[in-house]
C-alpha cells in the first residue's frame, strides 16, 4: 500500500522544482485523502458485515479450523516429504 511518498519509489508527481508550499500543501492533500479512503473503507465494512457471537465464533473454531488446522499438520509434511521437495535426511534409527 502506498500510503505515504516517502515509505515507496513510486511518485507520480515530483516537488522538487516548485514552491515548497505548493509540494508541501498537496502532499498534504493526497495523505488527507489517503486517510479520509482508509477510514471509510473500516467503517464501510464493519458497518456491512454482522455482529458473530461469541458462541458461534468458538463453534466454528472447533468444528471448522481445528479440523482443518489438524489436517495441515499432518498432511503438508507427509506432501513435502513424498515428493522430495524438501529433502530429509534425518535417520530415526
Known sequence: MYLTENESNFNVINFDNYNIIIG??????????????MIFT???ARASFP???YD??????WTVLLPIVVAFIIVLP????????????ISLL
Not at 56 to 61: A, D
Not at 78 to 89: D, K, R, V
Open 51 to 53: 455482529r458473530i457471537r
Open 78 to 89: 507427509c506432501f513435502l516429504y513424498g515428493f522430495e521437495i524438501i529433502p530429509c535426511n
Open 56 to 61: 458461534q465464533l468458538m463453534s466454528y473454531c
Open 24 to 37: 508541501t500543501t498537496i502532499s498534504g492533500i493526497v495523505i488527507g485523502f489517503k486517510a479520509c479512503v
Open 42 to 44: 473500516f467503517i464501510w
